[in-house]
Nanobody, 119 residues
């Protein structure tokens, strides 16, 4: 089971750190991606990290503001979000699978955590 947490209400320019934790399996064997879905919009990929942590990628809209990292000792992956904008408001999901990427199949999906950025 995968769980995303850490969302909340923040003012524009603020920061949040999302956590993706796994139970029942070891997350360090998996690549992890972060996705978001705003109301009325399609889900979009934000960032992903390989199982080794050696490869990361970011959507252009968050590059330079968001940082993905993993802590295998905690069985967790984090998404540090800085300089948040109102357009970052969405439900954020994490997913785990054998391959890192935007259009790959992920085996596990978290339930989502809501991020709301006020102007």
């Amino acid at each position: 089971q995968l769980q995303a947490s850490g969302g909340g209400l923040v003012q524009a320019g603020g920061s949040l750190r999302l956590s993706c934790t796994a139970s029942g399996f070891t997350l360090d064997y998996y690549a992890v991606g972060w996705f978001r879905q705003a109301p009325g919009k399609a889900r979009e990929g934000m960032s992903y990290i390989s199982s080794s942590g050696g490869s990361t990628n970011y959507a252009d809209s968050v590059k330079g503001r968001f940082t993905i990292s993993r802590d295998d000792a905690q069985n967790a992956v984090y998404l540090q979000m800085n300089s948040l904008r109102p357009e970052d408001t969405a439900v954020y999901y994490c997913a785990a699978g054998p391959w890192a990427g935007w259009d790959v199949e992920y085996d596990y999906w978290g339930q989502g955590t809501l991020v709301t950025v006020s102007s």
